[in-house]
């Protein structure tokens, strides 16, 4: 079946650094990425649409200044959180639909997602 | 109100137990997933829904268009079996995902 990659599994970082994490679908392409932020026992939130080609979309409340997306290919999303805080710590999960009919719903296929703790 | 309810918040049960889980919602869907989050987080997607049944192995998930319900079965539950359980409704409306808070499984050995 469809995969979706997220790389890093996780990673700690020092406050005031960048950290960029990469969504990849393996085996199909994606025009459109979600990235969803999850923090300790609560439910996972969207944070932005990422869109090949064009600006993502930004769920309100979220900082496009801080949280930079650049889906670079038909397989690739990156999210960079730039000058990263304690506060960033969360855990960050994307997804990307397979689009086999454009007249139906699509497939949504859920990256592993990314463990940040920012010191 | 949570646009995605899911029931219940926590449960334990005895290894062998069949266990259900269910899921609610209140808005038009077009699809929706049930999620398995490990205590590490890692994500695995176990079923998307847009009518009737699906089984894999020891789980199935049933979904109720009209009644706007779906359920998660694990049948001969294990430890391993041990996650929480996520409920996602793709919304028709905007086509975005919302999740429910989850269900927190516990199968005792």
């Known amino acids: 079946g469809a995969v979706v990659s997220q790389h890093p599994s996780w990673v700690i970082c020092k406050s005031g650094t960048s950290v960029k994490i990469e969504c990849r679908s393996l085996?199909?392409?994606?025009?459109?990425m979600f990235w969803y932020r999850q923090f300790p026992k609560q439910s996972l939130m969207l944070m932005a649409t990422?869109?090949?080609?064009?600006?993502?979309?930004?769920e309100q409340g979220v900082e496009k200044d801080k949280f930079l997306i650049n889906h670079a290919s038909l397989t690739l999303s990156t999210l960079t959180v730039t000058s990263a805080h304690p506060e960033d710590s969360s855990f960050y999960i994307c997804?990307?639909?397979?689009?086999?009919?454009?007249?139906?719903?699509?497939?949504?296929?859920f990256g592993p997602g990314t463990r940040l703790t920012v010191l | 109100k949570n646009e995605v309810e899911q029931s219940p918040q926590n449960l334990t049960a005895q290894e062998g137990e069949f266990i259900t889980i269910n899921c609610s919602y209140s808005?038009?869907?077009?699809?929706l997933h049930w999620l398995q989050q490990h205590p590490g987080g890692g994500i695995v997607s176990l079923f998307m829904?847009?009518?009737g049944k699906k089984k894999h192995g020891r789980l199935i998930a049933t979904i109720n268009i009209q009644e706007k319900h779906s359920s998660l079965h694990i049948t001969a539950s294990h430890p391993r079996d041990s996650a929480v359980y996520i409920c996602?409704?793709?919304?028709?409306?905007?086509?975005?995902?919302?999740f429910g808070k989850g269900t927190r499984l516990h199968i005792l050995p």
């Open positions: 997804s990307a639909p397979r689009v086999r009919d454009p007249r139906s719903y699509n497939e949504q296929f």
């Open positions: 996602a409704v793709r919304s028709r409306r905007d086509d975005k995902i919302i």
């Open positions: 085996d199909f392409q994606a025009t459109t």
């Open positions: 990422s869109n090949e080609g064009s600006k993502a979309t930004y």
């Open positions: 808005v038009g869907i077009s699809a």
């Open positions: 829904l847009s009518s």
